[in-house]
């Protein structure tokens, strides 16, 4: 049996999206910047599949979506824009950012504090999630930009960005957040969060891999990335992705509709599973169910490397994730893991398991059978196991 439980790092693309893209590779080619008939029959599936977008968001009409390559490219951009906008012009010289968000903002912002801007990585707390009081303590006169993720890859949590956009716009600072990992799993309306730039990606949706967007709220705007011909007006050019962006807003308007799924059926699946996970004896799961998407499980089993139960579930056809990077023989640990401050061994003994609405029971039960056999051979096998002090009920 093959069992896919990395949702979180891409999902498979909807039969239906693909049916939607597959006339624009060999039919429908046509550039849509050209003055011919190839180029028009490609503007209304554009014109409709922008609309499902939009509405997905609940973006105004009079707001902007910029399609772009993925989500590490909508990212890069916000962030490179507001330190050549705000930053290198000396009229701020501060962002906020959270210590658990993606690499694509931890990179970038990190980049950006190398040319001389001051940015404050706002801890999480012992729940995984941000308090958006550290926002409110962290943001002075000199703030241009905060950018925190509305749900976190690793753990699932979610993190209080209505709260945080009310914060910013009291204090005129632009809001920027990742949704990448919310959309389809729990609502996202651009208007009711107060956000100025939000990020998401067709992959983790069931759409195309290789295409994202960024939402920017009208008046708001941002210096192009990829500077070039006119396409998305100006703001990102390169001949536009018709088939992706036709295949992202099918996958966008079908994330809407199962939204309800999700949250009822794939999160009452997801509870089972990790109940049933729990009963084995030392294992500790991060965040809150009622804070974290349904779909995800950051669960450590004490004793066990992350990696070593990857091999085994891998053996078995099941695909999940440690959430942390192999280097060379340096097992790094899980970042988020880290980040709350577990010990070293439960920060390298943590395994993520994340659901689509493709998931199903049968599935769940036999990972649960293998999941229960590696824990027993792999603890047998564990000098870290075996010495581990008795009734650890502490575990951070
Ligand atoms: N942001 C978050 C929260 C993610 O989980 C990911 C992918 O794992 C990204 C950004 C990057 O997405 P993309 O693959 O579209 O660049």
Redesign the pocket.
């Known amino acids: 049996m093959r069992v896919y439980l990395d949702n ?3 999902t498979i693309v909807d039969p239906q999206v693909f049916a939607e893209m597959e006339p624009f590779f060999v039919q429908k080619y046509g550039n849509p910047n050209s003055l011919h008939a190839f180029a028009s029959e490609t503007h209304q599936p554009l014109k409709q599949a922008m609309e499902k977008i939009y509405a997905g968001i609940h973006a105004p009409k009079e707001d902007s979506v910029v399609v772009t390559s ?4 909508s ?1 890069n951009w916000v962030l490179k824009s507001i330190y050549f906008q705000y930053i290198l012009t000396g009229r701020k010289n501060h962002i906020i950012i959270s210590e658990v ?2 690499p ?2 931890i990179a970038t912002a990190k980049f950006i504090e190398s040319q001389g801007c001051r940015v404050t990585y706002l801890p999480i707390n012992h729940e995984g999630l941000i308090d958006a009081q550290t926002v409110r303590d962290n943001i002075t006169d000199k703030t241009a930009l905060v950018s925190v ?1 509305m ?3 690793e753990t699932g949590g979610i993190f209080p960005v209505q709260e945080i956009g009310e914060i910013c716009k009291e204090n005129n600072v632009l809001f920027h957040t ?1 949704a ?2 919310a959309i389809g799993k729990i609502p996202v309306d651009v208007q009711s969060f107060n956000v100025d730039y939000l ?1 998401f ?1 067709a ?2 949706f069931h759409g195309p ?1 290789g295409v ?1 967007a960024l939402y920017i709220k009208k008046g708001r705007e941002l210096l192009p990335l990829l500077h070039g011909g006119s396409q998305m007006g100006g703001y990102r050019s390169g001949t536009l992705n018709v088939a992706g962006i036709v295949g992202m807003g099918k996958a966008m308007e079908q994330a809407v509709d199962a939204l309800d799924y999700e949250m009822t059926d794939i999160k009452e699946m997801r509870d089972a599973f990790e109940d049933e996970l729990l009963k084995i004896e030392d294992t500790f799961v991060v965040t809150p169910r009622e804070k974290r998407t349904p779909n995800t499980i950051l669960i450590s089993f004490r004793g066990i490397e992350g990696e070593s139960m990857l091999w085994d579930l891998n053996c078995a056809g099941i695909g999940a994730s440690t959430g942390s990077a192999c280097a060379s023989e340096d097992l790094e640990s899980n970042p988020v893991m880290e980040a709350i401050g577990a010990d070293a061994d439960l920060a390298h003994t943590a395994i993520r398991f994340s659901l689509s609405r493709y998931t199903t029971q049968e599935e769940l039960d036999y990972t649960l059978v293998i999941v229960k056999d590696a824990v027993k051979r792999l603890r047998e096998i564990s000098s870290s196991y075996a010495y581990a002090p008795e009734g650890h009920d502490s575990k951070l």
Do not use: F, I
Request: aromatic fraction near 0%.
């Open positions: 979180n790092a891409t993925c989500a590490t490219e990212n968000e993606h694509s903002v993720m749900a976190n890859n990742d990448v990992q990020t990606s992959h983790k891999k994202g």
